[in-house]
């Protein structure tokens, strides 16, 4: 072997201080041969499908109409609600392996294994806990049923090549699992109550706990544990606040879910979803804005401190920080060169976003990376184009001016040095030098009055006293003295 062969590749540079070290992806998805979490899953997935199905056989064969109708609804239920997930994401697209994978634990794994274990905690509670009949799923349903959806995330936390970089990604993946959850348990339920073989039963079913309650479910419960998850494996905190989040959303997941199926309202059930699912959803939304603030600063640290300038620059961030922004420059687009300038801008934009995903996943100088950058440049020159024949310039909506971005540098490292000489100079020496650079430049002059314009001389004194004042601040003793006043 020659040392060109022995040499390592060194790893690409990445924006990322987490402190759990974070290994390179080795494949495009979390199907990963060599990881031993891969295959633990894959074997825990299996058992959960023949676990899982046969209770799905004893209902299709049982009542074959309702059931085969409850598992299209419910399937065409979940496809929606997977679409509304991709929607609320910002700026990542996962890949869609992953979240077949993601899905499929959600779907068979977790399912199938509280199969087995819900009844076994059930009767742990009836004993433990000396509380009536109706309140032991309260508490034994979340015990099994939310560490067991919480250990998909963590795997794919585990796998490389899942690529969960953020408390965005473990909340987006909790959401998927909770929706395979969701999606398999709710198809039992429906088989069992519409054995009456209608179908407006189904219908009714359906409503209540996925278009009512599915607000307030089992993607809401895992996406509040998940984002613990994605916080522990990427956050740059000490080791005790890390620990604090994950288990502090999962036991927030545990709660909620509890919460929801204790019988404090009775009546109704739809009131009794809506009275008990508005809390819960409004604790989800604001781990939904923790989430993903984080995500857009994180983004704004790779747009400001690792991807170059003429690619994607802090100014450029601002303007793919939103969607709702990214529309109206789409929008500005259109106005000036039409359907063409919005067509190349859009895909600039993707390109834009997708380098930022790279290098947030894999690091500046991956290969993803290094090929997504030849498209941003290449569409950075289509746009341009475009401009150029419609407006005489090659700078508009998307494209910002050069020297735009030149004065941004110059702000940048004027802070620098600024910073610089405060941590070696002293706050009091910097403020001073700047204030008598300011004096140097803008000296103050007394206004004419009727008595100064009568007599020119007082005019004179005036400078004189400003003179004296900024020769006394450019001493190296800083101190400052009074010219005599003048006769």
């Not at 993601?102 to 977790?110: I, K, N, T, V």
């Amino acid at each position: 072997m020659t040392a060109a062969q022995g040499a390592v590749e060194p790893a690409p540079a990445t924006v990322a201080i987490a402190t759990i070290k974070r290994a390179l992806p080795r494949t495009s998805s979390f199907i990963d041969t060599r990881s031993a979490v891969f295959w633990a899953g894959c074997a825990i997935t299996l058992y959960g499908l023949l676990t899982w199905m046969p209770l799905v056989f004893v209902r299709l064969q049982s009542h074959p109409t309702t059931a085969v109708l409850s598992a299209i609804a419910w399937l065409l239920y979940g496809f929606v609600f997977m679409m509304i997930l991709y929607r609320m994401e910002l700026f990542e697209r996962r890949s869609p392996v992953t979240v077949l994978g993601a899905l499929a634990w959600g779907g068979l794994a977790a399912p199938g294994v509280a199969a087995i274990a819900a009844p076994a905690m059930h009767d742990i509670v009836a004993v433990t806990l000396p509380v009536a009949d109706e309140w032991v799923s309260s508490f034994a349903a979340p015990l099994v049923e939310e560490p067991l959806k919480w250990l998909g995330v963590v795997a794919l936390a585990l796998i490389p090549g899942a690529r969960l970089r953020s408390a965005a990604d473990g909340l987006f993946y909790g959401a998927v699992i909770g929706l395979g959850f969701q999606v398999s348990e709710s198809f039992l339920y429906t088989a069992v109550v519409s054995a009456d073989g209608t179908a407006g039963t189904v219908f009714a079913m359906v409503m209540l706990r996925g278009v009512v309650g599915g607000l307030w479910n089992h993607p809401t419960y895992s996406a509040m544990a998940g984002a613990g998850v994605g916080y522990f494996f990427n956050a740059s905190a000490s080791a005790v606040r890390r620990w604090a989040v994950m288990l502090g959303t999962l036991a927030l997941a545990m709660a909620v879910h509890g919460f929801f199926n204790t019988p404090i309202v009775n009546g109704n059930v739809w009131v009794s979803s809506v009275t008990k699912g508005i809390p819960v959803l409004l604790l989800f939304l604001g781990v939904l804005r923790w989430a993903h603030l984080r995500e857009r600063r994180t983004f704004a640290g790779l747009a400001a401190k690792v991807v170059p300038d003429d690619l994607v620059s802090p100014a450029d961030f601002r303007l793919l920080a939103t969607r709702r922004t990214r529309r109206e420059v789409r929008r500005a687009a259109a106005r000036i060169s039409g359907l063409p300038g919005k067509r190349a801008l859009t895909y600039l934009q993707g390109a834009q976003l997708s380098l930022l995903t790279a290098t947030h996943e894999d690091g500046w100088g991956s290969p993803r990376t290094i090929e997504l950058s030849e498209d941003v440049r290449e569409l950075h020159g289509e746009l341009g184009d475009i401009y150029e024949e419609a407006t005489g310039s090659r700078f508009g909506p998307g494209l910002p001016r050069a020297d735009a971005a030149s004065s941004s540098r110059v702000v940048q490292r004027w802070a620098a040095h600024t910073r610089s000489r405060i941590e070696t100079e002293g706050l009091r020496k910097v403020a001073k030098s700047g204030g008598a650079w300011a004096s140097s430049k803008v000296r103050f002059r007394p206004r004419r009055t009727r008595n100064s314009q009568a007599n020119p001389h007082d005019n004179h004194a005036a400078d004189a006293v400003n003179d004296a004042r900024e020769a006394a601040l450019n001493r190296d003793d800083g101190t400052i003295d009074e010219a005599p006043a003048p006769r």
